[in-house]
């Protein structure tokens, strides 16, 4: 017999489901290394020197150097010829993007900070080449100056895809593959699902 004088004990509290567990700090920041990490393996994945027709990459290793300079090399004495620089090595959606971004204000934004910026090509790695379309990831070092000051911005990395048109190569997509870092201010960039369109220096203009 229960004892009338016996308060009744409380019914066990039920556990909460795993969708709503609140998540903790070292689930973000194994959730954010996943990313990190397939990032990387992804960009492992096209850092492959292939042995194919030296001449054919000797030729796609040009183009791609040639532009990843052009993309990062302006003065605001002239901005158009960074622009006439850039078109002339890029094609199809990219190009269109491009010289409108530069139309609609990036042209302004390199006159009035006074932007004068030279790059030099450290590497360029390429993929395999498929059906006339290639990726290469160039590597860039960039002296940069303006109403900031001067600055040196080491090891940029773009990665880059390539159709070849007429027997030329052409910068067909951008994609900046520098991680932001505090207090750099990041790069003014664009992108969609087809076409990321860098500013003319991976990081940000003084």
Do not use: C
């Amino acid at each position: 017999m229960t004892d009338p004088n016996l308060e009744p004990t409380s019914e066990p509290a039920e556990a909460t489901p795993p969708s709503e567990v609140s998540r903790g700090p070292g689930l973000v920041v194994a959730a954010s290394l996943a990313v990190f990490f397939a990032l990387v393996a992804a960009v492992l994945a096209v850092l492959v020197l292939q042995e194919g027709s030296s001449d054919e990459l000797d030729d796609l290793r040009e183009a791609a150097g040639r532009f990843g300079e052009a993309l990062v090399t302006y003065d605001y004495h002239d901005p158009d010829a960074h622009r006439d620089a850039v078109l002339a090595l890029a094609s199809g959606s990219f190009r269109e993007d491009y010289e409108d971004a530069f139309d609609q204000g990036l042209g302004q934004i390199i006159t009035q900070v006074q932007a004068v910026s030279q790059g030099t090509v450290n590497d360029v790695y390429v993929s395999s080449v498929d059906d006339d379309q290639a990726q290469a990831v160039v590597s860039l070092d960039v002296e940069v100056s303006g109403t900031s000051g001067p600055r040196t911005i080491l090891d940029q990395y773009v990665l880059l895809t390539l159709i070849q048109l007429d027997g030329r190569w052409k910068v067909d997509r951008v994609i900046d593959l520098n991680f932001p870092t505090t207090g750099s201010g990041g790069a003014p960039v664009t992108s969609d699902t087809t076409t990321t369109t860098a500013a003319p220096a991976p990081t940000s203009i003084p």
